[in-house]
């Protein structure tokens, strides 16, 4: 299953610089964008969604882009906090309705190095 | 902050024993779902569940697996006959339902049981 897909599986940062997380997606049925953050021996811990009605969407010092006619999506981290080193993975639906299963991507390991 | 909560939250068995895997989601939340991680893979969607019934379903979810809502709070995932590739990490996430959020919904996740068949 590549409809969801995050190419990077790695990303190594400086503390007070920007983090760029990336995600791709094939189905265009897809209409509702989230990440979610995990880390180890935890369950993914919601961190930001986005609508396909918007391009943007910022929650302090989270933002995520949303460009469809490019089917990507990116999250910006800034400034980046050695707590936020996780994985972080892309998850999508379709139909914005209750119920709908969410898509994941295969995750970004981020490191913020203090 | 309401959760939702997993147990166990490591579960060891044999192959071809049942096991019964149990959430309590948050509170008010009207949809609830189970996702698995096979080490190493993606998490994978296998199950939604709304107003006592299965609302969708995936590939993977088969006549091996079951859920259930046997009282007001909990939420569970059975496996009638464990195999070995069932070995992983189980999720159950909730959502509180179209209603309540406007025409999205997010669903919010448990910290896991890992399930391992020997």
């Known amino acids: 299953d590549q409809q969801v897909k995050q190419n990077s599986p790695s990303l190594s940062v400086q503390e007070g610089r920007i983090s760029i997380l990336n995600c791709d997606y094939t189905?265009?049925?897809?209409?509702?964008f989230l990440w979610y953050k995990k880390y180890p021996a935890e369950g993914p811990t919601f961190l930001i969604s986005?609508?396909?009605?918007?391009d943007k969407n910022e929650d302090g010092r989270f933002t995520v882009f949303l460009n469809k006619s490019a089917k990507h999506l990116s999250l910006h981290i800034v400034p980046s906090q050695p707590g936020d080193s996780a994985v972080y993975f892309c998850?999508?639906?379709?139909?914005?309705?209750?119920?709908?299963?969410?898509?994941f991507g295969e995750g970004t390991q981020l490191t913020v190095n203090p | 902050e309401p959760e939702v909560t997993q147990t166990p939250s490591h579960q060891v068995t044999q192959m071809g024993q049942e096991v019964i895997l149990r959430c309590v989601p948050i509170?008010?939340?009207?949809?609830f779902y189970w996702y698995r991680q096979i080490l190493g893979q993606k998490v994978e969607f296998l199950v939604s569940f709304y107003n006592n019934e299965i609302s969708e379903k995936s590939e993977i979810f088969d006549d091996q697996f079951s859920v259930e809502r046997p009282d007001g709070s909990n939420f569970t995932l059975k496996i009638r006959s464990t195999k070995l590739e069932d070995s992983a990490m189980y999720f159950c996430?909730?959502?509180?339902?179209?209603?309540?959020?406007?025409?999205?919904?997010?669903?919010?996740f448990g910290p896991g049981t890992r399930l391992t068949v020997l």
């Open positions: 998850a999508a639906s379709a139909g914005e309705t209750s119920g709908s299963r969410l898509t």
């Open positions: 986005i609508s396909s009605i918007k």
């Open positions: 189905n265009s049925m897809f209409d509702y």
């Open positions: 996430a909730s959502s509180p339902g179209q209603g309540w959020m406007g025409n999205t919904d997010t669903q919010y």
């Open positions: 509170s008010n939340h009207l949809y």
